[in-house]
């Protein structure tokens, strides 16, 4: 069992930054693929970026060059820093583990066993 807690959400104007935080137990943490989701109000979960055990890293088109996923698996700790934030990165932001993601589809949500209970980022013009 893995339990996923997220942290670092909050309010930041357009063009700012945030850096959110998923913090895990257990101690195969290191084994995980972990991803970031991402839901507006009345929408599906969207992929958003996602770090795998070999620490590639994967990110949907709207995300690159802005966002950053990294891993500290010292810390059981998979961060998503957000830069240039724009009002439509305003959602609340999931992690997701799961130890067995198949690579073509890294990005489907139900590949995903374990997930948080979410954090929300809002950004204001």
């Known amino acids: 069992q893995v339990q996923l807690v997220e942290s670092g959400g909050g309010l930041v104007q357009t063009g700012g930054s945030l850096k959110l935080s998923c913090e895990a137990s257990?101690?195969?943490?290191?084994?995980?693929?972990v991803a970031w989701f991402r839901q507006y109000p009345g929408k599906e979960r969207e992929f958003v970026a996602a770090i795998r055990r070999d620490r590639n890293t994967y990110y949907t088109d709207s995300v690159k060059g802005r966002f950053t996923i990294s891993r500290d698996n010292a810390k059981n700790t998979v961060t998503l820093q957000m830069n240039s934030l724009q009002s439509e990165d305003t959602a609340v932001y999931y992690c997701a583990a799961d130890r067995q993601v198949i690579l073509s589809i890294i990005g489907i949500g139900n590949q995903y066993d374990y997930w948080g209970q979410g954090t929300q980022v809002t950004v204001s013009s």
């Open positions: 257990g101690r195969t943490f290191r084994d995980y693929t």
